[in-house]
């Protein structure tokens, strides 16, 4: 009895020590500048969070960690999927073998991935009790989805009820059947939202699945201190997972500590609190060397070079823009004395100036919907109106805005004309709300900000109440269509929050989402964006660069177009 | 004083209730919608309908109110709305950090301002007192911000004297490591103001025609600074007093921020930037407890201190 509780001991201590390739000893310390809220998948869409999910969860596809551009690759799947010849049926063929990370809810079984897991996964999205802010990604795409959602009203999705659209052909087989044809839903899968969950760990933690994710990632949480400091370890039932003949991860714990204060963010890193960091914006110059002729040409302070830190930079897969509320009477309409009050606005904007002073010369001009980096980029367009204040003047001029004997302009009709622009209240806006107030003064257009948080604001905004707003959109997938969206007319009030509607557009756009990315939909990418820089629903903004740093002894240190983190291909070697 | 005591408290209960309109108006005017957090940056409409359905914000307003009464009844107010922790349960965890960098501070300030105070006020008009005032003068004028920044960077990152932030497990670490850096700042902060408002107490009393009947009696100076002086330069020190503790519950926001201390000013912060309203009434409702509860004890403290007082 003795010998046999020996032999089981020492398989269980080989078994383990083969599967954790990761050194508990080793710990990676970094900080998130903006506190987390949760880690329930289908709950919680904000960055910081999402970069805690992506290491506790694993979605069927990823993305190949080296490969540039980002490349899809399997993930917790044999191969990539089957893709049916109209893009509408994907069929996925799970590896054997995977385990959930060991639980109470388990009961000391080690519990394996199967295809129910991701099917639950992907409904949890569609549940009307969730409230899933990845909604928008999945409703309406799978065959029979709406009806479920339908019959469950307010209350709770009927998980047992099969719907067509997400079946688990067999344990290892999912298969997805779409609406319609989509050729970069794979994208939308490889989202950390997407990952697995174990249905029993979910109702188990019903009360509070933010601070109980039970996934198959490389990592579990261990500790959790809202808004204060988060501890991953290295989850001991990860599968083998190798690259360029390392095992992965390498480093046994990660500790996530939350600063919000500049300062203090920067002195941890360097002070060696902090492994990993982003640089401030106060801290650029002290960090960087930027070369004043061409900004984008930066290299690390010598002092910092000294020390081995390691600098790597990446242009974020975003776009920033100023829009105008196509509904409003004053600034909105097709009509081409609005056209040109738009225009005006756009060519009185120093946009080079505010990369200059704002951003620190961190960031390019947009002059696409699409960002570089996103598929159905094109770098040849210009579609941004050059900066000429006298021009602008010229062209309200003419269309009839006339300046009154208050020395402000007057709409065409005579009436007092008066734009109000959106705006939150930290020093940051403040600068943007100057270059703004210096724009509209050299047109002679009375300028007024309307302050708010930014909850506040998007509900004014889904009012029709706004006028202008300046927002952002990063890539939830790098598909051009993540972004072309944007100004098509069915997500009006919503992600089109200029509320731009134009039939051309959309007919182009629809069509656009039955190609996949290639020459032929670039061409209707290119029309709508021409028919944008006609009707001038948004003013260009730029697109930020982010540069992170690591100190000497963290290797293997390369950011990653689509990933949040790279904490599991990092090792740390003092 | 038993009567005292609780009519006191009898009415603490429509001060609390204004407390409570007030939050609750104020919340509903100024807020922000949290909805509109939560749906994430695409929703429908029906979306956005589920997710004020489960927060209660589509019951008219009375309701939400007799909702909030209830909750400040039972002392239970739910879960936050932005993170789904149980507010207990994050207040339980942000006030321990919290009171470890206010406690200690308070009491330092207090014992430190209260002893340079006196000395000063003793030798008024004296090149120490001169130059105290003078140096007090100066450090009020300076804001808080400065010192923190200045602080953190030159004592701890040029010097390497103390951690730049961090928080542990062990409340001896904490105090022995990463506490003496924020807790130095915040005396530094708290203790020019301090003096000057104990200095003046002391000077009012030792101005005091008693003083001069126990010089003529011949008690010696310490006997009338420590026996008749200080007791009645207390009163002042005890309203002070009792009026920062509520505060200590709300932590001292800028040192919690800029050293890495998880308590209650961050939490304060986080909830209004997200419109978290369960954690803002839950931090409200304790803290206008503490401060009408401290009030009441102030006014017992007042009576011990000084026999002459009258509870009425």
Known sequence: MMKKRMLVAAITALFTMAAQAADMNKVLRVAFNVPETGFDPAKVSDTYSGAIIENVFDPLVSYDYLARPAKVIPNTTVALPAVSADGRVY???????????????????????????????????????INSPWSFLVDGRFVGADTLVKAAGKGALNYDSPVEGIKALDKYTLQLTLTEGNYNFLQILAMPAFGAVAREAIEAYASNTNAKPVGTGPYTLKEWKPGSKIVLEANPNFRKLVLNGQTLPKVGRVEVSIIEEEQPLWLAFINKQLDIS????????????????????????????????????????????????MQDPVVGGSAKEKIALRRAIAMA?????????????????????????????????????????????????????????????????????????????????????????????????QLTFKYGKWNELNKANRQNKLQMWNLAWGADYP???????????????DANSASFRHAEYDRLFEASLKLQDGAERNRLYDAMNKIVVAQQPWIFGDTRIRSSLAHSYVKNFKLHPLLNTTWRYIDIQK | ??????????????????????????????????????????????TLA??????????????????????????????????????????????????????????????????IAAIVAYVRGSLTDRIVTLICTLAMSVSALVYIIAGQYWLAHKLGWFP??????????????????????GLVVSLAPDIRFYRSCFIEEMGHDYVRTARAKGLSERTIMLKHVMRNALIPVVTSLMMSLPYLFLGALLLERFFGIPGMGNEVLNAVDRSDFPVIKAITIYVALATMLFNLLADIVYKLIDPRVQLK
């Open chain 1, 278 to 325: 982003g640089i401030p914006q106060a801290a650029l110059q002290e960090a960087l060397v930027i070369d004043p002729k061409n900004p984008l040409n930066v290299k690390l302070q010598p002092k910092y070079a000294k020390q081995g830190i390691q600098l790597e930079r990446k242009k974020d897969l975003e776009v920033t823009y100023q829009f105008f509320n």
């Open chain 1, 479 to 493: 598909d051009g269509e993540n972004f072309m969206q944007l100004l098509y007319s069915k997500n009006a009030g």
């Open chain 2, 50 to 115: 589920n997710i004020r359905h489960q927060l209660g914000l589509d019951q008219s307003l009375p309701q939400q109110f007799l909702i909030f009464v209830r909750q400040v009844l039972t002392l239970d107010f739910g879960i936050s709305w932005s993170t789904q922790q149980p507010v207990a349960e994050i207040l339980a965890s942000r006030i321990g950090p919290s009171l470890t960098l206010a406690l200690p501070m308070l009491l330092v300030s207090l014992l430190l301002s209260v002893i």
């Open chain 2, 164 to 185: 730049i932030l961090g928080w542990s497990d062990s409340l001896a670490t904490n105090l022995w490591y990463y506490i003496p850096l924020p807790l130095l700042l």
């Open chain 1, 91 to 129: 069929t996925f063929k799970l590896k054997p073998g995977i385990y959930f990370a060991a639980d109470p809810v388990f009961k000391g079984q080690k519990r394996e991935l199967t295809a129910a897991d991701y099917a639950y996964a992907i409904k949890r999205h569609l549940d009307p009790t």
């Open chain 1, 349 to 445: 904007f120093p946009r080079s100036e505010t990369i200059a002073a704002i951003r620190r010369g961190q960031a390019v001009p947009m002059n696409y919907v699409i960002p570089e980096g996103v598929a159905g980029h094109n770098p040849a367009f210009k579609g941004a109106v050059k900066y000429d204040p006298a021009a602008a003047n010229a062209l309200l001029d003419r269309f009839g805005y006339k300046v009154g004997a208050n020395g402000l302009r007057t709409l065409p009709d005579g009436k007092p004309l008066s734009i109000e622009m959106a705006t939150g209240t930290s020093g940051i806006e403040k600068q943007w709300n100057e270059y703004w107030q210096q724009a509209f003064d050299s047109l002679k257009i």
């Open chain 2, 1 to 46: 004083m038993f009567a005292y005591i609780l009519r006191r408290l009898w009415q603490m209960v429509p001060t609390l209730f204004g407390v409570m309109l007030l939050l609750f108006v104020l919340f509903n005017w100024v807020g922000g919608d949290p909805s509109y957090i939560l749906a994430g940056k695409s929703f429908s409409a029906d």
